[in-house]
């Protein structure tokens, strides 16, 4: 068993994590850590606890412990901090010889830090050796995607055959995206927030990193461009999103279909995080509906349908599972088969 950490385990998706690694095959959850002010109480005392499964037994007891290495018992540390402050706790982890799954923006579009979505660009892990050398790090941080723009890159890579030219995409996001207290009931209620700080800008710059080559010193960005407009709504997890793909192949939505139904990662099979399809086609125009769909694949599947002529499409993910914590995970899995831990 491979020991790993959380740190900032009591947000919504430090939660999450939790939920996934309590009772994970591969890893043994021993270190769970917060602010300085919860350091000290065990961990079933302070987290408000708000998923729709019971807190396992396994971690009520585990005490908080400072968000520092020191005193970290752990070979890999999944990171659900706020950007700000992983910006400069990530580091320190890295440098004293973690390996740091993060799910914060702060390092993901660092020219030497894999923005990973294994399926997709398994060989940016060239980029650890390249970070490594760069920043004299025993350890080394490996990202995953912002929540909406996974959802949209996953569905892209089997796309990528009809030669992508431009993007647009319209976004309809679930709440707990904003975190435990992120938009108050009041203020999503009877609504549609249409506006998300930096939202737009994440999915436009990550696409093109995610889906660009690496060519053994660097990613060169993927040769299509994005726009993205970005909402809050009242869904309670679960982002929608409606997708207009220009591609210079022109393909029709009967040959999209069948690349979408034909997509599969050798990479991932066999992890325990993995889902069975990373892409569900469905074929009834009322489908995919988060509160349907979002948990397809135990929450790691992205569903699409009403492919139309255009293209345009619908898909749908869930936010804190596929879309952050289950994306480390996964990570973390991926790096473990190929020995890198």
């Given at each position: 068993m491979i020991k790993v950490g959380i740190l900032g385990a009591t947000g919504a998706v430090g939660q999450r994590f939790v939920q996934l690694l309590a009772d994970h095959p591969?890893?043994?959850?021993?270190?769970?850590?917060?602010?300085?002010?919860?350091?000290?109480?065990?961990?079933?005392?302070?987290?408000?606890?708000?998923?729709?499964?019971?807190?396992?037994?396994?971690?009520?007891?585990?005490?908080?412990?400072?968000?520092?290495?020191?005193?970290?018992?752990?070979?890999?540390?999944?990171?659900?901090?706020?950007?700000?402050?992983?910006?400069?706790?990530?580091?320190?982890?890295?440098e004293a010889g973690f390996v740091v799954a993060s799910n914060a923006s702060s390092y993901r579009m660092e020219s030497d830090v894999p923005l990973m979505i294994p399926e997709i660009n398994p060989d940016h892990l060239g980029l650890i050796e390249i970070q490594r050398d760069n920043r004299n790090w025993d350890g080394y941080i490996v990202t995953n995607p912002n929540c909406t723009t996974i959802v949209m890159a996953l569905t892209l890579g089997p796309l990528m055959q009809f030669d992508i030219e431009k993007l647009y995409v319209a976004t309809m996001q679930a709440v707990s995206g904003a975190g435990y207290e992120g938009v108050t009931s009041m203020a999503i209620l009877d609504n549609i927030v249409p506006y998300i700080g930096g939202e737009e800008e994440k999915v436009e710059s990550e696409s093109q990193k995610i889906l660009g080559e690496f060519d053994g010193s660097r990613v060169k960005n993927a040769d299509f461009s994005v726009s993205a407009s970005c909402h809050r709504v009242p869904v309670m997890d679960g982002h929608t999103e409606a997708i207009w793909a220009i591609m210079r192949e022109d393909p029709t939505p009967k040959e999209v279909k069948s690349a979408f139904r034909g997509f599969r990662c050798d990479?991932?099979?066999?992890?325990?995080?993995?889902?069975?399809?990373?892409?569900?086609?469905?074929?009834?125009?009322?489908?995919?509906?988060?509160?349907?769909?979002?948990?397809?694949?135990?929450?790691?599947?992205?569903s699409v349908g009403r492919i139309r002529e255009g293209i345009k499409y619908i898909a749908v993910g869930h936010n804190t599972i596929r879309g952050a914590a289950g994306a480390s995970v996964l990570n973390a899995e991926f790096l473990s088969k190929k020995k890198m831990v």
């Open positions: 591969w890893f043994e959850l021993t270190t769970l850590t917060a602010s300085d002010r919860s350091a000290g109480k065990k961990y079933g005392e302070i987290a408000r606890w708000r998923l729709d499964v019971p807190l396992p037994d396994s971690v009520k007891d585990l005490k908080i412990l400072p968000t520092s290495p020191d005193g970290v018992d752990a070979d890999i540390v999944f990171s659900a901090l706020p950007a700000s402050i992983a910006k400069y706790v990530e580091p320190k982890f890295a990479e991932v099979k066999g992890l325990p995080t993995a889902p069975e399809k990373s892409i569900i086609v469905h074929d009834s125009e009322d489908r995919p509906q988060p509160r349907l769909d979002r948990d397809a694949g135990n929450g790691m599947s992205v």
